[in-house]
């Protein structure tokens, strides 16, 4: 937010290229249930059960760059919200664009629905209130999270 950007280099931004597959993203169709798309094929729950494979499984966290100074904003979402996100997800996505920041969707539900765009998410867990406001200041800290709307 600190230098001016020309259209060139708002093109080959990464950021930017980011945001706008947020954007791309951002539509009314629901992700298919991979979960019932491929049980008829699970060899688990199979009549007859084939050979079961295991990948090498990718332990990568997925981590904000420890160089990355640019600032970040929370925003907590609620069952409301989150039944039809289309428009609160482009919003959302353009303010990132517009001023360089990055989006971290906040919900205490398992799902925010705002995974399917690609936003980062976070849920707030805890059975108290006191164990709730920790858990958020964790996520303030991790992610440096300068404001929370």
Do not use: Y
């Not at 001016?4 to 629901?30: K, M, Q, S, Y």
């Amino acid at each position: 937010m600190t230098t001016i950007r020309t259209d060139d280099t708002f093109l080959h931004c990464p950021d930017a290229e980011r945001w706008r597959g947020v954007l791309a993203r951002v539509n009314g169709h629901r992700a298919t249930n991979l979960d019932t798309a491929v049980r008829p094929f699970d060899p688990v729950a199979a009549e007859d059960p084939g050979k079961v494979l295991f990948p090498e499984p990718d332990l990568t966290p997925v981590l904000p760059e420890i160089g990355d100074q640019r600032p970040a904003v929370g925003v907590m979402v609620e069952d409301a919200l989150t039944k039809d996100p289309i428009v609160l997800a482009a919003q959302l996505a353009a303010l990132a664009l517009e001023k360089d920041c990055e989006i971290v969707v906040i919900s205490e539900n398992n799902l925010s629905g705002f995974e399917r765009f690609g936003f980062r998410t976070e849920r707030v867990a805890g059975n108290t209130e006191a164990e709730r406001a920790a858990c958020l200041d964790q996520i303030r800290a991790f992610w440096n999270l300068d404001i929370i709307l």
